[in-house]
């Protein structure tokens, strides 16, 4: 026998969803009483978006088995709800902060290094393989493709819709305050492997003579031996995170 279960997409969900806006519902059809979690992902919507789900005005979880006629409202991550006692489904992340990034991410993979995070990249990781490192490194999947974040195994994740670098990093200062965690030139940007300060006299055969006479500071990475130094590449990258900095009173 057929049902259907009425659903409201509310906040930056309701653009996800096959409906378009917050003021329009849903109906969802289905057979049995299948999980609150399957029905929300087979309407567009990753679990890892959502943060509370309400069934009749009821918070429950994403097990919830749904009844024909359920009343369902969906929302997105820290929305302000009057409702006694409240699920919260989005985890706390894990510490410290270590990210994953799909193919889609590789500027924000760069980036997010030079802010000083553990973030693991390359350009030809498989989803299965980002959902199964996700889950044995304990690192939070950044990514535009929200097939990858309907994954069961997938429990750390948050969905980037916008293109544009400095929106994605107000989503990650929004979700996990990314932005107050800042430890600049700590780790390399073109591995991830950490940044360790090396005296310019045991590189000197790898450096230019201008380099070795007005350079003092040295930077080398632990994984890929690339040395780093404060030349023009690295004032604009220094210009970049005090701008950064600025702008978040840091």
């Known amino acids: 026998m057929d049902h259907s279960a009425h659903f409201q997409f509310h906040g930056s969900l309701a653009k996800l969803a096959v409906t378009s806006s917050a003021e329009e519902t849903v109906d969802y059809s289905f057979n049995g009483h299948p999980a609150v979690k399957d029905a929300i992902e087979a309407l567009g919507v990753p ?6 789900i309400t069934v009749n005005g009821q918070s429950v979880g994403l097990d919830h088995s749904l ?7 969906v929302f997105p991550f820290a929305w302000r709800l009057d409702c006694e006692p409240l699920v919260r489904l989005i985890p706390s992340p894990p510490e410290p902060l270590s990210f994953i990034l799909d193919v889609h991410l590789g500027k924000l993979a760069r980036r997010l290094r030079l802010l000083g995070f553990d973030t693991l990249y390359r350009n030809d ?9 996700a889950t044995a490194e ?54 991830n492997g950490p940044l360790r300060e090396v005296d310019k006299t045991e590189i000197a055969d790898q450096l230019q003579p201008k ?12 994984d890929c031996g690339k040395i780093y130094w404060r030349g023009s590449h690295a004032e604009k990258i220094l ?11 840091l």
């Open 47 to 52: 679990h890892t978006e959502v943060d509370v």
């Open 67 to 73: 009844e024909g006629g359920d009343v369902v409202g």
């Open 125 to 133: 990781f498989s989803d299965p393989e980002i959902a199964r490192r």
């Open 138 to 191: 304990g690192r939070i999947v950044l990514t535009r493709d929200r097939g990858l974040l309907k994954r069961k195994t997938v429990r750390h994740g948050c969905l980037l819709t916008s293109g544009d670098l400095q929106q994605q990093l107000e989503v990650l200062q929004n979700r996990y305050g990314v932005l107050d965690r800042i430890k600049p030139l700590v780790r390399c940007p073109v591995c």
């Open 211 to 222: 380099t070795m006479r007005h350079q003092h500071d040295f930077r080398r990475c632990v």
């Open 239 to 249: 210009a970049w995170l005090r701008q950064i900095r600025g702008r978040r009173g």
